[in-house]
């Protein structure tokens, strides 16, 4: 059974920072791309950076630019995602996903992950 689990989300002030952790268990790690996403009150969900399975790929959208930073350790099934700068437009519930892909490729478009997990809740406070 495969579980993914985020952890690390919390209430921060504009301007600083917090680290995300994602645990996947049940699969085998380096067989997935794997991406950071987040929702929004009253938004859809959108994709904010992904890695290749071997983490030479990474993608981020325009908005963290700069802020954000994705890494992952295939020895310990993690994902990690480092949050700096923050504002408060950062405020949603973050998610992990991992997609079957064993290419150099991920994406941040939320079609195709197959695994997610409940989310982790990120307040920035102005």
């Known amino acids: 059974q495969v579980q993914v689990v985020e952890s690390g989300g919390g209430l921060v002030q504009a301007g600083g920072s917090l680290r995300l952790s994602c645990t996947a268990s049940g699969l085998t790690f380096d067989d997935y791309s794997v991406g950071w996403f987040r929702q929004a009150p009253g938004k859809e969900r959108e994709g904010v950076l992904c890695?290749?399975?071997?983490?030479?790929?990474?993608l981020f959208v325009d908005s963290v630019k700069g802020r954000f930073t994705i890494s992952r350790d295939n020895a310990k099934n993690m994902l990690f995602l480092q949050m700096n700068s923050l504002k408060p437009e950062d405020t949603a519930i973050y998610y992990c996903a991992a997609r079957r892909s064993p290419y150099d490729y991920c994406s941040v478009s939320p079609v195709n992950y197959g695994y997610w997990g409940q989310g982790t809740q990120v307040t920035v406070s102005s």
């Open positions: 890695i290749s399975w071997n983490g030479d790929k990474t």
